[in-house]
T-cell receptor, first 111, second 114 residues
Framework: GQQVMQIPQYQHVQEGEDFTTYCNSS?????IQWYKQRPGGHPVFLIQ?????EVKKQKRLTFQFGEAKKNSSLHITATQTTDVGTYFC???????????FGKGTSLLVTP | NAGVTQTPKFQVLKTGQSMTLQCAQD?????MSWYRQDPGMGLRLIHY???????DQGEVPNGYNVSRSTTEDFPLRLLSAAPSQTSVYFC?????????????FGQGTRLTVV
């Protein structure tokens, strides 16, 4: 079945450093979504990418969807302590409404 | 707007006990789902539903039952709790009128089975 792999599992950075997490799917995706989960919280939707090669920005966050629509990345420029949390990518399961989530990348930012 | 509401927030069960985790949404979403979250394992899909009367299994359905009698509610039943079911459970909903919409998550239920 369709699997979504995410690396790295953990990342520890100093405040001000950049951060990138990568997501790879075993199959072509119609779209990919990104979520953020703060420690002790629940996942919250960040963005969705649909088009091949799409790039979207949200302030210091840049999201990319690969040309083959099988991979995606989230890049944070100049991390802040408010960026701490786990970032998940998610793709549609079997072209339906269910979502398959990657295992997430946990980001720790130290001042 | 309440969004997705899960109850209880915390629960301790003894092995072999049964219980129901409640999930309700007030956004008229047709799609609802249950995930469990374990350290290093991400969010794994247990069961999901695309509308009242329709349910399907996800990645890890064993030991769990669901039903969907109304659009608003999607309870998750643990028939005979086992320590391996110690986890954080999240309910999520999405609208289905348009493909690729965001999922809204509840606050989670932290379950410990002793």
């Amino acid at each position: 079945g369709q699997q979504v792999m995410q690396i790295p599992q953990y990342q520890h950075v100093q405040e001000g450093e950049d951060f990138t997490t990568y997501c790879n799917s075993s199959t072509t995706l119609s779209n990919i979504q990104w979520y953020k989960q703060r420690p002790g919280g629940h996942p919250v939707f960040l963005i969705q990418l649909v088009k091949s090669g799409e790039v979207k920005k949200q302030k210091r966050l840049t999201f990319q969807f690969g040309e083959a629509k099988k991979n995606s990345s989230l890049h944070i420029t100049a991390t802040q302590t408010t960026d701490v949390g786990t970032y998940f990518c998610a793709g549609p399961k079997d072209s339906g409404y269910a979502l398959n989530f990657g295992k997430g990348t946990s980001l720790l930012v130290t001042p | 707007n309440a969004g997705v509401t899960q109850t209880p927030k915390f629960q301790v069960l003894k092995t072999g006990q049964s219980m129901t985790l409640q999930c309700a949404q007030d956004m008229n979403h047709e799609y609802m789902s249950w995930y469990r979250q374990d350290p290093g394992m991400g969010l794994r899909l247990i069961h999901y539903s695309v509308g009242a009367g329709i349910t399907d299994q996800g990645e890890v359905p064993n030991g769990y039952n669901v039903s969907r009698s109304t659009t608003e509610d999607f309870p998750l039943r643990l028939l005979s709790a086992a320590p391996s079911q110690t986890s954080v459970y999240f309910c999520a909903s999405r609208q289905t009128q348009v493909m690729g919409t965001e999922a809204f998550f509840g606050q989670g239920t932290r379950l410990t089975v002793v």
